[in-house]
DNA sequence: CTTGCTGCAAAGTGTTTGCATACAT
DNA sequence: ATGTATGCAAACACTTTGCAGCAAG
């Protein structure tokens, strides 16, 4: 029933501005996608979906507008180890998903989110981030963690 | 004035020949390369030393080393982000290095080992690992945690 | 009207694969 | 002797780049 809206002018139209860049139609739809979804979309499948409402948008735009939102720490990029780049909204522009870290599969890859123990690893991280940038002069804006092991699913599979 | 000892029967004898792997020179050659060095090389940087003193070696073989060698959990596989994988011998095989974690240079791409806070994170990290095991049913076999963010170098030069 | 953005096609780059030969066990 | 390992060349798959036209501010 409800349509999309894409003329409302959202949280990252000043974002752009700012910074000189264009807020154009590909642009807001590669945002909308990322918006609207839990999964850590790659490259193409973010090209896939645009393609639906705005099949003239290439995916060599697509692959522009995800540099330029990581460069802009709007999205992070990750690398589960299956040849391809998965993306992600910073958790600052996401509606849906809070901090977390991933728990990757290294049979079929597969990647599950989790929030549990984030608080206690917060405050150790923030320590830890504090010592480092002290002793080794260095600024830190992110962290990753994941972990690696094998899913239920694939442990019955293969015995 | 030391020369050498290939013909030597090292530790990763036993773990080649449990599993019908057979051990080779090619294989020898790339295990002394990544045992003797603290960086993090890539496939082209291990062929290329690996060269030096076998120059009949290719550089397929060097990536399906690596792929043993990563499948058999002696060494890890790293994106820091340049595009290329980097490797790692696991700790366990390491002399030079133990337990540690990597703060990434996100515009050098220059990597630091940092043994620091590896205690506190020991604890937190286990007990993390248990709970998610559980509420998962996942085994979890490693992790990974790094910091990304600027060097001192990095800030200085452009303001 | 200026300058950033786009799409297309082509090029690039790290990595993988097919296949005949060589070699470890 | 048997089947794994190797090297070469070619293929791959994801990503980047060049360029002329388009459009946001």
Redo the contacts with the bound molecule.
Sequence with gaps: MQKRCRQGQSWW?PK??GR????????QVILEVLSGTEKHL???DIYLAVQKS?P?????????????LADMGVLFKFDFGD???RYELAEEFQVKKGHHHHLVCTRCKRVIDYTEFIDQEKELLEKTERGLMEKYDFSIEKHLIQFYGTCGKCRKKTV
Aim: proline residues 3%; hydrophobic residues 30%.
């Design positions: 139209q752009f501005q000189g860049y264009r807020m154009t139609v590909p642009r790659s490259a193409e705005y003239h948008v290439g995916l060599t735009t697509v692959y522009r507008t995800l540099e330029l040849r391809r780049a």
